[in-house]
């Protein structure tokens, strides 16, 4: 049925990445963590809120003709858990594996405390250790702040 | 060429909207425009940078089982002034219409002017005079600031 419903919207891409099973709402800071802005010149399609038999619903984004790296989408896990990836040639699946949390979070997510050293003016990117993976916690490794809800709204 | 490359992408949906001829790099900022953020209850189609015949590359937005109304999409004018709106109902185009400019902007565009009523905290929208179209030429109603580039850099 999920499957059913989304060949009812998007057609198989050529080459390229497909990221499924994206929490419902959650494409568009998927798009943020991978850096995909309005000017990619990649071919984007984001799918928004498609029906899925086993969440519900759920967002799918493909990127043509860029083979996205593990360490590029773990970051995904953040904000969508039950991502998964899958790398494709030649519409085939070649390679097929789920987000991993990673064990720190680099330049992606904003300290909560107004007073850290990663929000002030100097050259510091923040930076955070992965401490619990379900729940998400993550405590800044400046200034310790405890970051454990509402992640996605913490994205830089 | 075009509608062609766009099948092989995305397949007609049943009833809905389908925003058209989107300037590449626009599709994020027309969402935004409509209001549709990650926690739509529609399904939302997004395709970036689609090549296209008669623009070399586009941007595509499908919002299934809504029916824009004009006056809800002529401001997406302003950063795709070329964009078309189609009315879907059982598959077939019921409807179709080109943006127009409006002639007010209200509550859509930051003003420049820091100084501007409209960006304190008064509860005032902001409110601008299109007195251009051709590059667009938006006056503000409160202090007179013209703004004349970059106008997506400054959606609210």
Same mark, same amino acid.
């Given at each position: ?8 919207? =998007? ?7 497909? *990221? #499924?099973? /994206? ?32 969440? $519900?619903?759920? &967002? =799918?984004?493909?990127?043509? #003709? ?7 989408? #773990?970051?995904?896990?953040? *904000?969508?858990?039950?991502?998964? *990836?899958? /790398? ?16 720190? =979070? ?5 300290? $909560? @405390?107004?007073?850290? /050293?990663?929000?002030? @003016? ?7 250790? =992965?401490?619990?993976? &379900? ?12 970051? &454990?809800? @509402?992640?996605? &709204?913490?994205?830089?």
């Amino acid at each position: 049925m999920a499957s059913k419903e989304r060949e009812l919207r =998007v057609k198989p891409i050529n080459n390229g990445t497909v *990221i #499924d099973h /994206i929490e419902a709402g959650q494409a568009l800071n998927v798009l943020k963590i991978l850096g995909i802005g309005g000017h990619t010149r990649h071919v984007v399609s984001v799918l928004m809120n498609v029906p899925s038999g086993a969440m $519900g619903a759920k &967002d =799918v984004v493909k990127v043509e #003709d860029r083979e996205l790296e593990p360490e590029e989408v #773990d970051t995904i896990a953040l *904000i969508a858990p039950r991502a998964t *990836i899958n /790398i494709i040639r030649n519409y085939e699946v070649v390679e097929k594996f789920r987000v991993a949390m990673p064990r720190n =979070v680099i330049g992606i997510i904003r300290c $909560g @405390n107004p007073n850290c /050293i990663s929000n002030s @003016n100097e050259p510091v990117s923040s930076r955070f250790v =992965v401490e619990s993976m &379900d729940p998400v916690l993550l405590r800044c490794s400046y200034c310790e702040f405890v970051l &454990d809800k @509402n992640i996605a &709204d913490h994205l830089l």
